[in-house]
């Protein structure tokens, strides 16, 4: 694994719904206690606490965390205890179904993750929200961003699939559909890109290099604008490089948008037991500066604390 939180050894769930419960039901809920215990436990431990918490308390933890704290440490400590594919379908359903669509938060979800991982969150979406994902993406986006975005979310993907012999073909038509940008173009721009593998798609890229002489993410931006090129720009960034990519939406969040909170909250959730380790590591190639140093230097208070412990670093990147 290269996630920051790992399960925590000599576990003991009674013990931290016992902690836990002493923090949130005592006359000033003691913030640093929360964020020992649920940053330094991995998901399924946590699930085990919330638990162990209910029959403890008779009571629901993320309702008690929702009632005792606030702002971004509550979004922080309250995602922390979702499942992920029930995390991203939270992050998703807010997303559609905001004041305002979130095209990013679409992207980010949608060109990252696997066949069964998109599974996973579009049956944690019915339960959730008792409605289709599909339908709720196909009634709030639209144009060719939609398309892509419905395309992406069957999770179809042909997976460990390369056929050598065609990616020259595939790479000619990528290349047709940045010249002539018709509808038709698009849709077969899309099709390759949320359709073939990801092993197919490198040697797509590479045979797209050859022909044109660019390289096919400098193609899509030149030919493309709006949300329909940034989800494919990210879909193929994803492909290439995922730490990379979030390395990429952190350092903009962070930095161009005066620390846009959703978004970094939601990729340290989301990554933290999968690449998270990867992700410090190509901010601090990309940008000279770490990724703690960075949050340390934009947030504050039991929030920032929250955000570093699941960040996590190494004394120098203080």
Not at 71 to 81: N, P, S, T, W
Not at 283 to 298: C, N, P, Q, V
Request: proline fraction near 2%.
């Amino acid at each position: 694994t290269q996630g920051t939180i790992l399960p925590a050894p000599n576990f003991n769930p009674i013990m931290d719904a016992q902690l836990l419960g002493g923090a949130l039901q005592g006359i000033s809920c003691e913030k640093d206690v929360l964020i020992e215990i649920l940053t330094q436990r991995c998901n399924s431990q946590r699930l085990m606490i919330a638990e162990a918490y209910r029959d403890m308390y008779s009571r629901d933890l993320i309702t008690d965390l929702k009632e005792n704290l606030s702002h971004h440490f509550k979004e922080v400590m309250v995602g922390l205890m979702y499942p992920p594919a029930s995390y991203d379908a939270h992050e998703l359903w807010h997303a559609l179904k905001g004041v305002d669509t979130e095209e990013k938060c679409l992207i980010d979800i949608l060109a990252s993750r696997s066949n069964m991982e998109i599974f996973q969150i579009k049956e944690a979406y019915l339960m959730q929200y008792n409605t289709d994902l599909q339908q709720d993406i196909d009634s709030e986006t639209s144009g060719h961003f939609r398309d892509t975005l419905m395309n992406l979310a069957q999770g179809t993907r042909m997976e460990g699939y390369a056929d050598p012999s065609t990616a020259a073909q595939d790479a000619m038509i990528l290349w047709e559909a940045c010249q002539q940008k018709t509808g038709e173009h698009k849709n077969m721009l899309q099709m390759i890109l949320c359709n073939k593998s990801h092993q197919q798609l490198w040697m797509v890229f590479q045979e797209f290099q050859n022909i044109s002489g660019q390289d096919i993410v400098d193609a899509i931006n030149e030919c493309y604008d709006g949300y329909f090129q940034e989800l494919l720009v990210a879909i193929v960034l994803c492909i290439r490089d995922k730490p990379s990519y979030f390395a990429y939406r952190l350092y903009n969040a962070i930095h161009d948008f005066g620390f846009h909170n959703k978004t970094v909250i939601r990729i340290l959730i989301a990554r933290s037991e999968i690449d998270l380790m990867h992700i410090r590591q190509r901010y601090k190639e990309r940008y000279g500066k770490s990724l703690f140093h960075d949050i340390k230097h934009f947030a504050s208070g039991h929030y920032e604390s929250a955000l570093l412990a699941i960040c996590a670093g190494d004394t120098e990147d203080y």
